[in-house]
């Protein structure tokens, strides 16, 4: 399915959320940067949007993007080598529940909208707890369910009726945008997601909703 819309997935994320969800990435930058990090994680990384804005903000000296989706990581190669990037940022094939590197070698783990994707959530957790140094951080952004009217009521219709109509005309799949609602519904926002990190391991869970309940940002420290 991510292979599938690839080619389409930056476009359409910008003009669902109307450009809001780069200043969620830059807020959630914010918090990468707080531990001044040299060697970065991006885990289910797309098509890169989120290490790559790392990058032109001089967060990290290097950053390994990881996706299973090989249509997204093709993309995400093209928009670093247009950006003469490729010195800072490398991309890889991984699946998050398998992470191809050793014990203790990653300073930050940052996730933008791919945890809610992870097959099986405690097992991809627990991968970034292993990778990360002793004293790392994992930093996720995800959408959350808002639960205060009528930002609940507006975001319910948006997401399930909306998004999928218009998704599936333009990317031409018609699961993919459906899919997505279906996955924020089935994912552990607000605290039930920091007891998963808790869960782990990771120690000062944190979560910093942002407009309205609609996304949120979550840390933890191993």
Not at 17 to 32: T, Y
Not at 56 to 64: A, H
Not at 189 to 216: D, T, Y
Request: proline residues 4%.
């Amino acid at each position: 399915m991510f292979n599938n819309i690839s080619s389409s997935y930056d476009f359409l994320n910008r003009f669902f959320s109307l450009g809001i969800d780069v200043i969620w990435r830059k807020k959630a930058l914010q918090e990468v940067n707080l531990s001044r990090p040299e060697v970065i994680l991006d885990m289910a990384t797309g098509t890169a949007d989120f290490a790559i804005l790392a990058a032109k903000r001089g967060i990290g000296k290097k950053i390994l993007g990881m996706d299973i989706s090989a249509g997204m990581i093709a993309v995400g190669n093209t928009k670093i080598q247009r950006q003469k990037l490729e010195g800072i940022i490398s991309l890889r094939i991984a699946d998050s529940e398998s992470i191809p590197l050793e014990d203790n070698c990653i300073d930050v783990c940052m996730v933008a909208f791919g945890v809610r994707n992870f097959q099986e959530l405690h097992q991809g957790l627990k991968e970034i707890f292993r990778v990360l140094k002793p004293g790392g951080k994992v930093v996720v952004l995800e959408f959350s369910k808002p639960a205060v009217l009528p930002v609940k009521w507006l975001f319910s219709l948006y997401f399930k009726i909306i998004m999928p109509f218009i998704g599936r005309i333009i990317s031409k799949d018609k699961r993919a945008y459906t899919y997505l609602p279906e996955s924020v519904d089935a994912f552990p926002s607000g605290n039930n997601f920091i007891n998963e990190l808790l869960r782990v391991g990771f120690q000062h869970g944190k979560v910093i909703p942002l407009s309205g309940g609609i996304a949120s940002i979550y840390s933890g420290v191993k």
